[in-house]
T-cell receptor, first 116, second 117 residues
Framework: GDSVTQMEGPVTLSEEAFLTINCTYT??????LFWYVQYPGEGLQLLLK?????DKGSNKGFEATYRKETTSFHLEKGSVQVSDSAVYFC???????????????FGTGTQLKVEL | SQTIHQWPATLVQPVGSPLSLECTVE??????LYWYRQAAGRGLQLLFY??????ISSEVPQNLSASRPQDRQFILSSKKLLLSDSGFYLC????????????????FGNGTRLTVT
């Protein structure tokens, strides 16, 4: 079945450092890929997405490129801020639910802590 | 624009008591609706989804049930809570297609923190 593997956290960085959070996936078809961010005590917010191979999703300085050959969707940011501290979830959508709707398979999340 | 509301934000309930969590969506019609649970230190687990009024599908057997009495209302319930029901419950919606999914992203509410004591 589908699965998403993320690097374990927490990841602790100094402000303005470069960020990479690794994500690899296993899927039987041609999934869409997503990154979600969860700030403390809140729900998940869609950060970026890519729907086909070689697509690059970007938002708020974050980027991720859909790499079909390596089945990866690593999240990157050139210069992190304290306000980026959150939990980041990689997810894929490959399974159509009976009758409609799409099932997202999530990774376990990676906590990012950015310090001054 | 579309918005999703989920309440209450936090809830503490004794074992054996009933549960009702409510979620409503505004600004869209015939959305697909979902209930996820996030256990401490773990990822998200899909509990229920719905593609239309009165249409509920369960992904995992459990002590919970869901209902969709109106197009944009989704309710998560239990008759008797268990300790293992504690967790963070998230409601989400995606664009409805009337047929197979289209890989649209899910949009989540702010969640309900449930503690069963």
């Amino acid at each position: 079945g589908d699965s998403v593997t993320q690097m374990e956290g927490p990841v602790t960085l100094s402000e303005e450092a470069f960020l990479t959070i690794n994500c690899t996936y296993t899927a039987t078809g041609y999934p869409s890929l997503f990154w979600y961010v969860q700030y403390p005590g809140e729900g998940l917010q869609l950060l970026l997405k890519a729907t086909k191979a070689d697509d690059k999703g970007s938002n708020k300085g974050f980027e991720a490129t859909y790499r079909k050959e390596t089945t990866s969707f690593h999240l990157e940011k050139g210069s992190v801020q304290v306000s980026d501290s959150a939990v980041y979830f990689c997810a894929l959508s490959d399974t159509y639910l009976p009758g409609g709707g799409n099932k997202l398979t999530f990774g376990t999340g990676t906590q990012l802590k950015v310090e001054l | 624009s579309q918005t999703i509301h989920q309440w209450p934000a936090t809830l503490v309930q004794p074992v054996g008591s009933p549960l009702s969590l409510e979620c409503t969506v505004e600004g869209t019609s015939n959305p697909n609706l979902y209930w996820y649970r996030q256990a401490a230190g773990r990822g998200l687990q899909l509990l229920f989804y719905s593609v239309g009024i009165g249409q509920i599908s369960s992904e995992v057997p459990q002590n919970l049930s869901a209902s969709r009495p109106q197009d944009r209302q989704f309710i998560l319930s239990s008759k008797k809570l268990l300790l293992s029901d504690s967790g963070f419950y998230l409601c989400a919606w995606s664009e409805g297609t009337g047929g197979y999914g289209n890989n649209s992203p899910l949009h989540f509410g702010n969640g309900t923190r449930l503690t069963v004591t």
